[in-house]
């Protein structure tokens, strides 16, 4: 009997999975957020300094550490924390300090670099892709295909492929591009958990500010 309760135990209890490695995943995510339509959903709630500003399309939302299947996140990592005076200086790219330090904690710890190097890489996969233009010149807000986005997209980076990118939507709108980069950062196919494309034909898209 003791063995018997022993094992439904064991069964019952589930096991613990090891913590995240700082420095151990697969490949990187590059997710890009249409700023106007952010603002829409939650920024403009928030009072956020980046929909204060006019003219700002495909904004970086974050660089993320992925397993092919399946990501880390808050890693420990031997790298010490960015100080208040190194997020600030990142409000530029990721649109505040305080989403500066939010993508360190989260996202930046796994990726094994120290912050100034994480927040350096972040900036050049931000500037290895090509923003569409063809979005800036909107003059109202339209309804369109979520693939229409992944086309445009496509047709500005030659050396992307469908599965190396996908269109997330939120509350009926466009919300990110999120395309896959290898460590070097170079574009590849995206794990199967992040492939999936938002399949709205009726997405809501805000023209700039």
Known sequence: MLRLALALMLLATPVRAQDDLAGTFDYYVLALSWTPNWCRIEGDAREAPRCEESGEGWSLHGLWPQYEIGWPDYCPTRHRNPSRADTAAQAGLFGSGGAAWHQWNKHGRCSGLAAADYY??????????????????????????????????????????????????????????????????????????????????????????
């Open 120 to 209: 350096r890489l972040s900036e050049l996969a931000s500037e290895s892709v090509v923003r569409p233009e063809v979005f800036r010149n909107l003059s109202e807000p339209v309804r369109l295909p979520a693939s229409v986005v992944e086309e445009a997209f496509l047709a500005a980076n030659p050396g992307l492929e469908p599965d190396m990118l996908t269109i997330t939507c939120r509350d009926g709108h466009i919300q990110e591009v999120r395309l896959c980069l290898t460590r070097g950062l170079d574009p590849r196919v995206c794990g199967a958990d992040v492939v999936r494309d938002c399949a709205l034909r009726d997405a809501y898209f805000v023209p700039l500010r």
